[in-house]
């Protein structure tokens, strides 16, 4: 089974709208951790935000926020005002357990932004 | 360096030839991982480093695949016998390996590897 599920292949939002990127997610341990990444097509992934599973009040970055649900095992980044410079794919991770190391990855939304 | 370095940045090989990736992570950084992304897919674990010690080789593909970091700093992914399959974007990460929950990995730019 899937361990993280991006479900849009492709966006396309106009410049300076805002726009939600969904990622769902599966786990049975109560102590994880959420990731989301942008990579370029220069092709090096860069951390946007990270969320995790015993946090109250939902990540924010600058214009990177985070919708967390956790009932629904869902963890939405929002981009408000989007730029040119925003175009490029975009990957939900998950680390899960204590001391646990590695990231699992959706396979991705490519995000389009339209002058 | 400032960030983590992969090298060659293309690799073109023949079918059946070995080829190896090299990865200089961040100084200091003590976890090293290895990824392969297909194109258009996510990146895909294949195996993690805690200083020299490979500590999970599970997501290796097969037995063509070797990994070492013998010095507990740059890391080398050795493909045998290339074949067509193995073509991919090869990424190489570290990070500080505090315990942390929220520690973020820290990618370098790929290595493209096309098999013909």
């Known amino acids: 089974a899937q361990k993280i599920t991006q479900t849009q292949p492709g966006m396309f939002v106009q410049e300076k709208e805002a726009v939600t990127l969904d990622c769902t997610y599966d786990t049975s341990d109560p102590s994880y951790g959420l990731f989301w990444y942008k990579q370029p097509s220069s092709g090096e992934m860069i951390f946007l935000i990270y969320q995790g599973s015993y946090d109250q009040q939902n990540a924010t970055e600058g214009r990177y926020s985070l919708n967390f649900q956790k009932a629904r095992k869902s963890a939405n980044l929002v981009i408000s005002a989007s730029q040119l410079g925003d175009s490029a794919m975009y990957f939900c991770a998950m680390r899960e357990g204590r001391g646990a190391q590695k990231l699992v990855f959706g396979q991705g939304t490519r995000l389009t932004i339209n002058p | 360096g400032a960030g983590v370095s992969q090298s060659p940045r293309y690799k073109v090989a023949k079918r059946g030839q070995d080829v190896a990736l090299r990865c200089d992570p961040i100084?200091?950084?003590?976890?090293l991982f290895w990824y392969q992304q297909a194109l258009g897919q996510g990146p895909e674990f294949l195996t993690y480093?805690?200083?020299?010690?490979?500590?999970?080789k599970s997501g290796l593909p097969s037995d063509r695949f070797f990994a070492e970091r013998p010095e507990g700093s740059v890391s080398t992914l050795k493909i045998q016998r290339t074949q067509q399959e193995d073509s991919a974007v090869y990424l190489c990460?570290?990070?500080?390996?505090?315990?942390?929950?929220?520690?973020?990995?820290?990618f370098g730019s790929g290595t493209q590897l096309s098999v013909l």
């Open positions: 100084s200091g950084h003590v976890s």
């Open positions: 990460a570290s990070s500080l390996n505090t315990g942390q929950r929220n520690e973020k990995l820290f």
């Open positions: 480093f805690q200083n020299e010690a490979q500590l999970d």
